[in-house]
């Protein structure tokens, strides 16, 4: 009987590979959690409970040419798509190598132009119409890139989510956006924020297809998301697709999600830990053991405490940068 991931087209190696990666983000996001509760680091954001959408959805995709614009939980696609630990760490205290933002932005607003990371701001969904534009760009000019987008679906409310997926269905532009629902936007559940069931309802109205699939499954989010690619690459257009998963944690490490979610809610949460799914789906297809697992994340961990190491230590940024790259140097190219 054949395993779902080679229906797919994937091999051991590639679910293997997305696992360490899925991996990588948790280890990492975990270790934020301390360094913030340690009061070293000032912000964390979680990926915790969405590393399996993150990380299917970027395998999906061409991490030597595509555009990602993506939002801030997205640990496990920047990771795929070339972003290092160390370089996560270094944002997470604001050192001057920090290669997001030279340590001036808040952890989770990725952007690294050598990787084609666009720059995300703080307001939420800015990062779609960026996403559209780059991809109105891509096809103007005739190359071969598609653009890939993600948010919350508590961002999906904003204004910027009709405009961009308006301008990138008018314009059938090779453009993926990824709803990654958590049922949560910051305190608020989804059956306040949404009144259609899905969120990828909406995609008709847009004139694009719209799919809801199981964010815990990374081999399902890498299915959708390779097929909408395609589709893209074809020039057939754009797709909205939801992905719906646990957030594990609080909305940020300045919240407190007790005070809105039941001791229940949050126990049956861990049975969903897509870590734990996929460990148990590749341990049952003879891909994974206790061993190698084990090998693994003994692995991850030399990387992070490395990383952490080297990013505490680290020097800040001068005083008197705090307006580089912000205005032009006089005389100079910037």
Request: charged share 25%; net charge negative; aromatic share 8%.
């Amino acid at each position: 009987m054949t395993a779902k991931h080679e229906e797919v087209g994937l091999s051991n190696d590639d679910v293997l590979k997305m696992y360490e990666t899925m991996l990588t983000a948790r280890r990492v996001d975990e270790r934020m959690w301390l360094l913030n509760r340690a009061g070293k680091i000032p912000f964390v954001i979680s990926c915790q409970g969405q590393e399996a959408a993150q990380v299917g959805a970027a395998f999906a995709l061409d991490n030597q040419k595509d555009y990602i614009a993506p939002y801030y939980r997205d640990i496990g696609v920047v990771l795929h798509f070339g972003m290092t630990p160390k370089d996560l760490m270094l944002s997470a205290f604001a050192k001057a190598e920090d290669p997001n933002s030279g340590g001036r932005q808040m952890p989770g607003h990725f952007g690294q132009k050598k990787n084609r990371i666009l720059t995300g701001s703080s307001p939420v969904t800015t990062q779609l119409p960026h996403a559209v534009g780059v991809a109105l760009a891509g096809k103007m000019k005739k190359q071969d890139f598609i653009t890939f987008t993600t948010l919350g679906e508590g961002s999906s409310n904003q204004g910027d989510f009709h405009e961009g997926l308006n301008f990138a269905g008018v314009h059938k532009l090779p453009v993926i956006t990824m709803v990654e629902n958590n049922k949560y936007a910051i305190s608020v559940p989804f059956d306040r924020q949404v009144a259609s069931k899905n969120v990828s309802d909406r995609a008709i109205g847009y004139g694009m297809p719209g799919v809801t699939i199981d964010g815990n499954d990374p081999i399902e989010v890498y299915k959708h998301v390779k097929e909408a690619a395609d589709r893209a690459r074809r020039g057939e257009g754009p797709s909205l697709i939801e992905t719906v998963s646990e957030r594990l944690t609080a909305h940020s490490s300045d919240d407190d999600h007790r005070q809105y979610r039941s001791a229940d809610e949050l126990a049956a949460q861990k049975e969903k830990d897509p870590i734990l799914l996929f460990g148990a789906y590749l341990k049952e297809n003879g891909i994974l053991n206790d061993d190698l697992e084990k090998e693994i994340n003994d692995r991850i961990m030399v990387i992070v405490n490395e990383a952490t190491d080297y990013a505490e230590n680290a020097p800040y940024a001068e005083p008197e940068h705090a307006l580089k790259y912000v205005y032009a140097e006089k005389g100079g190219n910037e």
